[in-house]
């Protein structure tokens, strides 16, 4: 097992929802997480909090995040976790997309993980010593999903993406896996922003709803995100945290 006591691990999106709850497991098992965010005030805020550093960093630019791994690189001489957790979804149908909605979304989703990869890899290579790669993709990379096109198209890379990497450095003893959450309820998606019709029609999504009343909750993610780096037998595949929609 990858013992996650002392490990540097960067979360990107650290600063809320799933990348909030993962900072917050990995720090509870006694690792050193660094909240990477754009949102720079709530970032600081919660890195306050947790007794944590922040990074700000816009993931879709790679000097940035290769920036940002350098800086933690510097602060504890290592890196031994990346979880590539920042995103977006812009819905829209395939004829309100404009060019540049869609841009954004392959620049954060898709290529924001790429260059979180990258920089990583590229650390633990150097090191030597393994690492852990662990990349927030969606239900919406193992199915469609009408009016999400940006977002399964960047969903379905990160997937792909994922498992390429994962055979190139195997030999190295780097493993790198997809987590693929479905509906999660966080300050973008509740009942205040979303409509209460909207979320009904999420509940009835996820079988598993119909006994809990609920959809899921960033820490169910972040629990899924732990597997994936502490089980040093697994790599390469897509761990499906759904509430049993893919199951239909």
């Not at 947790?50 to 993931?59: A, R, S, Y």
């Not at 927030?136 to 498992?163: C, D, H, P, W």
């Not at 119909?210 to 972040?222: D, F, K, L, N, S």
């Not at 697994?234 to 199951?247: L, R």
Request: charged share 20%.
């Amino acid at each position: 097992m990858f013992d996650i006591k002392d490990k540097v691990a960067i979360v990107t999106g650290g600063a809320s929802g799933i990348g909030l709850a993962t900072v917050e497991m990995i720090l509870a098992k006694g690792g050193k997480p660094v909240i990477a965010d754009y949102n720079e005030e709530g970032g600081k805020k919660e890195a306050s909090r947790l007794g944590v550093p922040f990074v700000k960093v816009d993931v879709s630019k790679e000097a940035e995040v290769k920036a940002a791994v350098d800086y933690v690189v510097e602060m504890y001489g290592h890196l031994d976790i990346m979880v590539a957790s920042a995103g977006i979804n812009p819905m829209a149908t395939l004829f309100d997309l404009t060019p540049e909605l869609y841009e954004k979304a392959i620049g954060i989703n898709q290529n924001g993980v790429l260059y979180c990869d990258k920089y990583a890899i590229a650390q633990m290579v150097k090191q030597g010593k393994g690492g852990a790669v662990v990349n927030i993709s969606s239900v919406s990379g193992l199915r469609g999903q009408a009016y999400e096109i940006a977002y399964n198209t960047t969903k379905f890379a990160v997937r792909g993406m994922t498992k390429a990497l994962a055979l190139e450095f195997a030999p190295h003893c780097i493993r790198v896996n997809s987590v693929h959450p479905a509906c999660v309820l966080s300050g973008m998606v509740n009942a205040d922003v979303v409509g209460e019709e909207m979320m009904v029609s999420m509940l009835a999504n996820h079988p598993i709803s119909a006994g809990t009343g609920r959809i899921g909750v960033p820490e169910e993610i972040a629990h899924a995100v732990i597997f994936a780096i502490e089980n040093t037998f697994v790599t390469g595949t897509e761990i499906v945290v759904d509430g049993g929609w893919t199951a239909k």
